[in-house]
């Protein structure tokens, strides 16, 4: 380490200075990403426990970069949103995951995941109706799952971009249930479809007592609410078992199916519905 001029050390540049390139780097090619073809959509199914059948789908984004192969929507995503990315990125997911769907062999739902700087364009709700007219998607297919990143701010604007979907027949989930701050009041302020447990209560339930009443708690909430509650993250037969005997009634998970591309996708659908 040495003093510079200004008489702050110096130590740390180097490194920061890599990082920053990698950054540069890595928002280039996001930048030409779209145009290059380079996001696949993978899809991951819901399992509704009372009826044991396959009710719908999450949309999960993938980049297949051309030298560093598939990066994680986790590696991207934020920085897709710092820069504004995520609009037409974000656009891209709603219109192929609706142009999918209709060639699904079951009327099952699709649910996009929707981020907070997509709520603040203000072409969410035409991108959305234009996705379904173009698809002839009908709307009550179509899901939006929202965090509470997306309520935390001008919360009178984003409640009416809500009801307009809403009023359209679109459902709305609110994703990762439990791990923000004030989550509870959320399902006070909008009429949800849907509640996703986060992935972190299921993978608690064997592990810290009290793990059940949670689930239980959150399931008993959904029930008197009206929502669906669908346990996130399942992997293993015991979670499964207990997640059905608290009462939740979907759930989405490993053990169910990894996300996987369309066409697989399409195979499962199609054994599953061969099945009934
Ligand atoms: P999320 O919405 O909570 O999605 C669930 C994540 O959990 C997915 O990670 C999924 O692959 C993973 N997962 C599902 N089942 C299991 C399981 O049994 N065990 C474990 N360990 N993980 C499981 P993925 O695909 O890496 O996505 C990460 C996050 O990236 C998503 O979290 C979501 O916040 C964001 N994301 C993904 N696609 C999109 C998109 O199209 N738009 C936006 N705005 N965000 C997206
Ligand atoms: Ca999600
Ligand atoms: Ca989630
Ligand atoms: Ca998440």
């Known amino acids: 380490a040495k003093l510079d001029g200004r008489g702050t ?17 890595l928002e280039l090619d996001l930048r030409q990403a779209l145009a290059r073809r380079e996001f696949q959509l993978h899809y991951q199914p819901q399992l509704n426990l009372e009826s044991n059948r396959l009710t719908g789908c999450e949309a999960l984004l993938r980049w297949r970069h051309p030298e560093r192969g598939m990066i994680s929507p986790l590696d991207f995503i934020p920085l897709a949103e710092e820069i504004g990315l995520i609009v037409p990125i974000g656009e891209w997911v709603i219109r192929q995951a609706c142009r999918d769907a209709v060639t699904w062999p079951a009327p099952i739902s699709i ?20 996705a379904l007219a173009g698809s002839g998607l009908p709307a009550h297919r179509l899901e939006i ?26 459902r709305v989930s609110m994703d990762d249930f439990g791990t923000g701050y004030s ?6 302020s909008f009429p949800f479809d849907k509640i996703k447990i986060d992935r972190s209560f299921v993978s608690d339930l064997s592990v810290k007592p009290g793990g059940d009443a949670i689930i239980r708690a959150i399931a008993g909430l959904g029930k008197s ?27 989405q998970g490993y053990l169910i199916s990894r996300p996987v591309p369309a066409d697989d996708l399409m195979k499962l659908l199609t054994e599953h519905t061969a099945q009934a």
């Open 9 to 25: 050390f110096r130590f740390f540049e180097p490194e920061m200075d890599a990082r920053m390139q990698a950054r540069r780097r």
């Open 111 to 130: 649910a996009v995941n929707v981020s907070p700087a997509q709520f603040k364009s203000e072409r969410l709700v035409e991108t959305i109706m234009s």
């Open 145 to 170: 799952e929202i965090t509470e990143g997306v309520l935390l701010h001008e919360s009178e604007r984003t409640l009416q971009i809500l009801q307009r979907l809403r009023a359209l027949g679109v």
């Open 183 to 188: 989550s509870l009041s959320y399902l006070r």
């Open 225 to 251: 609410l009206g929502m669906t509650t669908v346990a996130e993250g399942v992997e293993t037969a015991d979670q499964m078992q207990r997640i059905r005997s608290e009462g939740c009634t979907d759930v």
